[in-house]
């Protein structure tokens, strides 16, 4: 078993913060891998040491592979946590940290790199016998484009064989979008990941965004945390999350996680994951979308219903440690709900809004919890994902968390940026929201028309 007594942060933002805390309650001390931009967060605060890596933008600082393990060499870190985003999803971390004797607090690089290509990911599922959305192979061109998409009958879904996030995803509803909606799907993928290789999917239109969270400690323990739910969301990315699901029923809950635990056994998962699936709600039918192997934005719903620390889990399994508990000790108490608090301005559509924070009151109260690395006086930088806050709340049944987290957001201040606040109060208080009567393409009907949303 490896010992691990002090873990390099390689992250920023809140989730850097929610990983000094793991380490903290664990007895690990912690050295952030920070920006020139990010010398004055609540996380360089935190760490019991702060290292600047390079410049603010990205690409000179977080994606610098040889300058994280570097730092981690330097500084006497035993271990480096990526939290999610930048490098957490990139097999060549991995690889360096074995190179150079350094614990990677997540899965194999072998893992990430084969779950990460959304093809190799789908042969897997399908090797299994977990069905998938009706789709193609890879496609080449343009021309085969059309070719698959007569095959499966418009509308379709262009996605990155690459990609994550949303990037590279565009619906084609009609035949004389195809060659618009490809060169654009193409040219997004390609700007993302360097890599413009698509694939083809049917477009489900009453679809729910299931995910299952997993654990395994690589000693053959593998469990399930159950499912959240992630169908608000915008442009593909995920706004509102729950657990449990109000539209997962008991048969169809066991099915989900039975398939989750299936494809993580049979590729050797090590560490926390996510398994996500396509809930067809008109045909009460599930589809394997991918996995994500990382901790994902969305996991406090899960900490919370499930009473466990994801986090300190991920520490304590990257050490070699066995899971402490199994399938039978988990089980869902109560109802939790997440809502991300951006810097952005939803009536610009929805506009990045960087500046000085010069109001900062976050709720407070029982079964209220707030992940953020802001404060009052904090300067939100331009060049990094909108995220300030995450806004988690946890009631006895979901009209509890419902009404909880409708006060929680009434009592959230923030003032010198603009917020998503407002945007997020009149979601959790609309009738369809209130009696689950939502998809993956709701939020985007309220964006389009706020004064007569209808569910399609």
Not at 282 to 287: A, R
Not at 356 to 383: A, L, M, N, Q, S
């Amino acid at each position: 078993m490896a010992t691990i007594s002090r873990v390099l942060v390689a992250n920023r933002g809140e989730i850097a913060v929610r990983i000094i805390k793991a380490c903290q309650k664990l007895g690990i001390e912690t050295v952030l891998a920070m920006s020139d931009a990010d010398r004055d967060t609540l996380a360089a605060r935190m760490a019991d040491r702060a290292v600047c890596i390079g410049p603010a933008q990205p690409l000179e600082s977080y994606l610098k592979v040889n300058t994280i393990i570097m730092t981690a060499l330097s500084t006497g870190a035993d271990a480096i946590h990526p939290g999610y985003g930048f490098l957490a999803e990139q097999p060549e971390l991995g690889e360096a940290c074995a190179k150079n004797g350094v614990i990677f607090i997540g899965p194999k690089p072998d893992t990430i790199r084969g779950m990460g290509d959304k093809l190799v990911a789908r042969k897997t599922a399908i090797s299994l016998g977990i069905p998938v959305i009706p789709g193609s192979a890879l496609i080449a061109d343009l021309a085969q484009g059309w070719s698959e998409a007569e095959k499966i009958g418009f509308p379709i879904l262009l996605k990155a064989a690459a990609g994550g996030g949303g990037k590279g995803m565009k619906a084609v509803y009609k035949p004389e979008e195809m060659e618009t909606v490809f060169m654009e799907a193409s040219a997004e993928a390609r700007a993302a990941f360097g890599d413009d290789r698509l694939f083809a999917e049917r477009f489900i239109p009453n679809a729910r965004h299931i995910e299952v969270q997993i654990l395994s400690d690589g000693s053959g323990n593998c469990i399930h945390l159950f499912e959240r739910d992630c169908s608000l969301q915008r442009r593909y990315q995920k706004v509102i999350e729950e657990a449990p699901s109000i539209a997962v029923s008991n048969g169809l809950r066991k099915q989900m996680c039975e398939a989750a635990i299936h494809i993580a056994k049979s590729i050797g998962y090590e560490n926390a994951g996510t398994v996500e699936f396509v809930l067809d709600q008109d045909e009460k039918c599930f589809y394997f979308l991918e996995m994500n192997t990382r901790i994902q934005v969305e996991h406090p719903v899960t900490e919370m219903v499930a009473d466990v620390d994801l986090v300190a889990e991920q520490i304590r399994m990257a050490a070699g440690e066995r899971l402490q508990f199994n399938q039978d000790r988990i089980q869902v108490t109560g109802h939790a709900s997440e809502c991300r608090i951006n810097a952005e301005c939803p009536d610009d559509n929805f506009r990045p809004s960087p500046g000085r924070i010069r109001k900062w009151e976050v709720p407070r109260g029982e079964g209220i919890r707030v992940d953020t690395h802001c404060f009052e006086g904090y300067f939100v930088p331009p060049y990094y994902d909108s995220l300030l806050a995450k806004l988690i709340v946890i009631g006895k049944d979901r009209e509890e968390a419902i009404t909880k987290m409708a006060q929680a957001l009434a009592n959230f201040h923030v003032a010198g940026i603009d917020t998503n606040i407002e945007f997020l109060s009149a979601i959790v208080v609309h009738p369809h929201f209130k009696s689950g009567q939502t998809n993956t393409r709701w939020l985007e009907t309220i964006i389009c028309n706020k004064e007569n949303a209808t569910h399609e």
